[in-house]
């Protein structure tokens, strides 16, 4: 039999951190995984929904090889170490996508007849193939014009939260978490999410607004990649919270930097990129997958 396991240093010396495989699907019992049992001690009948299983540190990480045969299953994966909810101190959440099922800017821009055009730009920014800041500014300057109440408009109209996200925040407000909205989008639609949701901070972009009208403009410095990854560590620091007491969830390669300075991060209907850096992925269901993931 071929052997697919990946190189494991065994120092005596060095403690190897239990982790558990957490496997979650409604059609996980009919899933074939040849490739997963050869990492895995994998039950011969898998259970519906979800699998928790323990393994002894043998990969640090979750092989390439397995994550791919979960995702063409449709199936969401993690392997993490196994930790109470409230555990946590802080979660650090993305908001285009991940908290909200929209892109804000394709939504504003579609007003303008612009959508398909932005939203090429977006979609390349969040696989990674464009500077963020080059690109935010960008789509934004193509914005200039557009009336101010056109972000009403998304807002009321357009803007949903993630399926499972209200009953998540709830959840995390029940147990003391803190929670930190931090966003390459604008501070229009995350100012209103805080105040709605209860949220302890948010961050993002300010449009530059004259007469009523869009000018184009964003003011002050672009939170992008390091800037979010920036923002975790502050308030991380702020709350007297370790690494391993962060969660932290996104869908873009703008996020990686955040999702890797945490010690859950997660990949959350992502792109490709983002799901090879995260520790978990959640492609299939709602934030309620996010927070089974915790005991």
């Not at 821009?109 to 080059?134: H, N, P, V």
């Not at 807002?155 to 499972?164: D, P, T, V």
Request: charged residues 20%; glycine residues 6%.
């Amino acid at each position: 039999m071929l052997d697919f396991r990946l190189p494991h240093p065994r120092n005596p010396f060095i403690p190897i951190m239990p982790q558990t495989l957490i496997l979650q699907s409604p059609h996980l019992a009919r899933a074939a995984l040849p490739i997963s049992r050869h990492y895995f001690d994998l039950p011969a009948t898998l259970p519906n929904d979800i699998l928790r299983l323990p393994t002894h540190g043998d990969y640090p990480r979750l092989p390439a090889a397995a994550a791919a045969e979960f995702q063409q299953q449709q199936i969401d994966y993690a392997l993490i170490p196994d930790t109470p909810f409230a555990a946590l101190k802080l979660v650090v959440s993305d908001m285009d996508s991940t908290l909200i099922t929209i892109e804000c800017i394709d939504e504003i821009a579609a007003s303008a007849g612009l959508k398909d055009q932005i939203a090429e730009i977006t979609e390349r920014a969040m696989q990674g193939e464009l500077d963020f800041e080059q690109s935010l500014r960008h789509r934004v300057a193509l914005l200039k014009g557009q009336p101010e109440n056109q972000l009403a408009e998304v807002y009321e109209h357009k803007l949903a939260l993630a399926q499972g996200a209200e009953e998540f925040i709830r959840d995390c407000q029940a147990h003391g978490i803190k929670f930190l909205l931090v966003s390459g989008g604008f501070t229009y639609f995350t100012e209103r999410l805080k105040t709605r949701l209860g949220l302890d901070w948010a961050f993002a972009n300010q449009l530059e607004i004259a007469d009523g009208k869009l000018t184009g403009k964003v003011l002050g410095d672009v939170i992008d990649a390091q800037a979010k990854a920036n923002l975790l560590n502050q308030y991380r620091q702020a709350i007297g919270a370790t690494r391993e007491q962060v969660l932290a969830i996104g869908d873009g390669a703008n996020d990686i930097p955040m999702l890797q300075a945490a010690g859950f991060g997660i990949a959350y209907h992502a792109k490709p990129k983002t799901q090879a850096a995260a520790s978990a992925a959640i492609s299939h269901h709602g934030w309620e997958a996010v927070r089974r993931l915790f005991t």
